[in-house]
């Protein structure tokens, strides 16, 4: 069974992180993406850490269900090669800093003559224009940029700190294969394409703004001295390990107070004041979770309706008792690296099921396949070949 995007072919260009994880999230849901790489292939490649067999577990999540040809587009023929492609494809992505298309005479008004219903996606750090366009960017420079390093600062030093996970590309992966389905529904009401831009930049400043920005939300009443809402009164140390709470309903919260063993703290005067509930109230309530198992308080606090977890080491997550019920991690044999465990597509369709259809792929390894579809003989392949013109 096929997933919603079935018959959508993708032309994907993009490197490293953000590009490839949209890009995968295409072909979870039924895309046929078709990964075109330089010959010295994405850098990913590189078994960098967490590698069997010179396979990048980093590289086989985000470049699943991929077809891969190698093409060299510094050269006229390799162009000549992928315009033949784009002519018969729906979506192409790239994610090289502004220019390069251009540079490489392969720049959306260019290819749309070739093929007016593409939806040409670039995505890139903070956009095509401003002071910090020529400007490497990765995703620290964006969490930097976007005011996420300074959200994160520890309360005591006030020194910035980064978020410990590349948020910014995932965010933009999201925002970009949302992006491109939309032009695809766009597409279907007018009959063409269109260039779909999207940069970290908005991304982390559209995902930051309706909790953590809201002190600049009306001009001229900004709000200079915004206190940040710390997640850290969340983690409570248990007398075996950490769980987090976050009672958010006066409900919610009397249930904490019974589940401590604590009496209803809104009643008792100390705690009416905001420097006391910054103060007393947190060491008070860091005691009454230091009486109790992990195990037996969350048996409490379940009985009283409050939302808790376990605190899980990255170890623990595959174990987790709720990921294993969902079946959210998927076992499956890699041809080369043996046997492999990722996540599922997280949009389940009922109708028409994403999934992993395709391990990823060798570089190069679809090169023949794929050309073939093209209409390439054997022996003009072979010929691209021997000039370096693929691989």
């Not at 976050?246 to 420097?275: C, H, I, T, Y």
Request: overall charge negative.
């Amino acid at each position: 069974m096929a997933g919603p995007l079935d018959g959508v072919r993708v032309l994907d260009l993009t490197t490293i992180y953000s590009g490839p994880i949209a890009a995968s999230i295409l072909g979870d849901q039924g895309a046929d993406v078709i990964k075109v790489e330089a010959p010295d292939g994405d850098l990913m490649r590189s078994p960098m850490t967490f590698q069997r067999n010179g396979v990048s577990g980093a590289f086989a999540m985000m470049n699943r269900n991929k077809r891969s040809v190698v093409i060299n587009l510094r050269e006229d023929e390799g162009k000549a090669v992928l315009k033949r492609m784009v002519a018969e494809a729906d979506v192409l992505m790239e994610n090289y800093r502004p220019g390069v298309m251009e540079r490489l005479g392969l720049a959306y008004e260019t290819l749309r003559e070739v093929n007016p219903r593409l939806i040409f996606a670039s995505i890139n750090g903070v956009g095509h224009e401003g002071p910090y366009v020529n400007r490497r960017v990765y995703d620290a420079v964006i969490q930097a940029i976007s005011g996420i390093g300074s959200l994160q600062a520890d309360p005591a030093s006030e020194k910035p700190l980064l978020v410990n996970t590349l948020m910014c590309d995932k965010i933009t992966s999201m925002t970009a294969a949302q992006s491109i389905a939309a032009a695809l529904y766009a597409r279907e009401q007018t009959g063409l394409g269109q260039r779909v831009d999207v940069s970290m930049l908005d991304s982390a400043l559209f995902f930051m703004w309706p909790d953590s920005m809201l002190g600049y939300t009306f001009p001229g009443e900004e709000t200079t001295e915004t206190p940040r809402r710390t997640h850290e009164r969340m983690v409570r140390k248990t007398r075996d390990g950490y769980i987090c709470t976050m009672p958010v309903k006066r409900a919610e919260w009397e249930g904490v107070f019974r589940a401590l063993k604590l009496p209803n703290l809104f009643e008792d005067e100390r705690f009416q004041s905001q420097r006391a509930l910054d103060a007393d109230l947190q060491t008070l309530l860091n005691e009454a979770y230091a009486h109790f198992d992990t195990v037996e308080l969350g048996e409490r606090l379940d009985a009283e309706q409050v939302p808790w977890a376990h605190i899980n080491a990255r170890g623990e997550v595959i174990h987790d008792a709720q990921v294993k019920a969902m079946g959210a991690l998927l076992e499956f044999d890699h041809p080369i690296a043996g046997p492999m465990r990722q996540p599922r597509p997280p949009g389940r369709f009922h109708a028409t099921p994403a999934d992993i259809f395709r391990c990823s792929p060798e570089l190069g390894e679809q090169t023949r396949e794929v050309l073939a579809e093209y209409g390439y003989s054997s022996e003009e392949i072979t010929q691209m070949r021997a000039d370096g013109v693929v691989r």
